[in-house]
């Protein structure tokens, strides 16, 4: 499967972006989709993981409340929503995806910027 994540962008503290993650390839309904990020000069971080069927979708114990994931296998597309973005959310925002939920995410996007000015 291949992944094109975009979306990104300059938004003011407090507002919402949705970052979008379009997949190519067979079966997209077969796998976990997940988000990570990697705020500048730290580490990438997961955020979000939804399963194949769109259901249990889960999000980092910080983030939730803000964040949310959805899919629509029609479309071959998982959603981040973001809202009430906070400049602590900078980063570069990835998708990925796996086949088992093992943690392994062997495929990726190329990465959305987002920046959150305060």
């Known amino acids: 499967v291949q992944l094109q994540a975009s979306g990104g962008g300059l938004v003011q503290a407090g507002g919402s972006l949705r970052l979008s993650c379009a997949a190519s390839?067979?079966?997209?309904?077969?796998?976990?989709m997940g988000w990570f990020r990697q705020p500048p000069g730290k580490e990438r971080e997961f955020v979000s993981r939804i399963s194949g069927s769109g259901d249990n979708p889960y999000v980092t114990d910080s983030l939730k409340g803000r964040f949310n994931i959805s899919r629509d296998n029609v479309k071959n597309t998982v959603y981040l929503q973001m809202n009430k973005l906070k400049p602590e959310d900078t980063a570069v925002y990835y998708c990925?995806?796996?086949?088992?939920?093992?943690?392994?995410?062997?495929?990726w996007g190329q990465g959305t910027l987002v920046t959150v000015s305060s």
């Open positions: 990925a995806a796996e086949l088992s939920l093992v943690g392994s995410w062997p495929y």
């Open positions: 390839g067979r079966a997209f309904s077969n796998y976990f």
